[in-house]
């Protein structure tokens, strides 16, 4: 059988020499304009994630929701830890908190004006989370998990990946809300909603993850 699959990529190498891959028949219009023109936002990065190639997007988003679920699963057996790592001295608290509070607000900017400059849901979640990691190393651990629980993150973590899934599949049927104005801070249709629950998503995910690696592990 081996002899097949030697075969076969020998033959696929020499077609790669001797055919060659036909000129592709592009519009005088550039690429990056015309994903300006159909997404209805200036940055075209956001329109090719979030509307091109939305359909890779939804998976993207579910495995990094499997990978929440793999943290629980493989460290559910262990021992939660003795002792629990963090910052004591005054001057580590105060400039890691300081560092939460502007990774907080850049958040919420790359959340909501994602679409109309760089950054989007992806980069605003990783911000999120960032802040609350830097908090979760100066603060005590019950106080963590409590508000966790007491704004019930978990439960809004998941209903903001159904309602993902549920915008992003009436998009992919062709169902499309106005672009609005170019360069509004409301245009793009979904894109901005989009953003939003992708940024809330990998926050909240990443809260989870910080709370059980601190929990079983002690330390981030």
């Not at 200036?42 to 495995?63: K, M, Q």
């Not at 493989?74 to 890691?96: C, G, R, W, Y």
């Not at 106005?178 to 990998?202: D, Q, R, Y």
């Amino acid at each position: 059988m081996k002899w097949v699959y030697i075969a076969a990529g020998i033959a696929l190498y020499i077609k790669f020499i001797v055919i060659p891959n036909p000129a592709a028949d592009l519009p005088d219009i550039s690429i990056v304009e015309a994903v300006v023109q159909d997404s209805g936002i200036p940055n075209a990065v956001s329109g090719i994630i979030l509307r091109n190639r939305l359909y890779d997007t939804i998976f993207e988003v579910v495995v990094f929701t499997i990978a929440i679920m793999g943290v629980y699963f493989l460290l559910a057996n262990e021992k939660p830890s003795q002792k629990i790592h963090s910052f004591t001295d005054q001057p580590s608290i105060v400039l890691a908190r300081l560092g939460a509070t502007i990774s907080a607000l850049v958040s919420i900017e790359l959340a909501i004006r994602g679409h109309l400059s760089p950054g989007g849901g992806f980069a605003a979640g990783v911000a999120g989370g960032t802040a609350i990691g830097l908090i979760a190393i100066t603060s005590s651990p019950q106080w963590m998990q409590e508000i966790y629980q007491r704004w019930h993150a978990a439960t809004w973590e998941k209903v903001s990946v159904l309602v993902f899934i549920v915008l992003a599949v009436i998009t992919l049927a062709g169902v499309e809300l106005p672009h609005g104005e170019l360069g509004a801070l409301v245009s793009g249709g979904v894109i901005p909603l989009l953003n939003i629950l992708v940024a809330v998503k990998v926050a909240l995910g990443s809260w989870a993850a910080v709370l059980v690696f601190i929990r079983y592990r002690g330390l981030l």
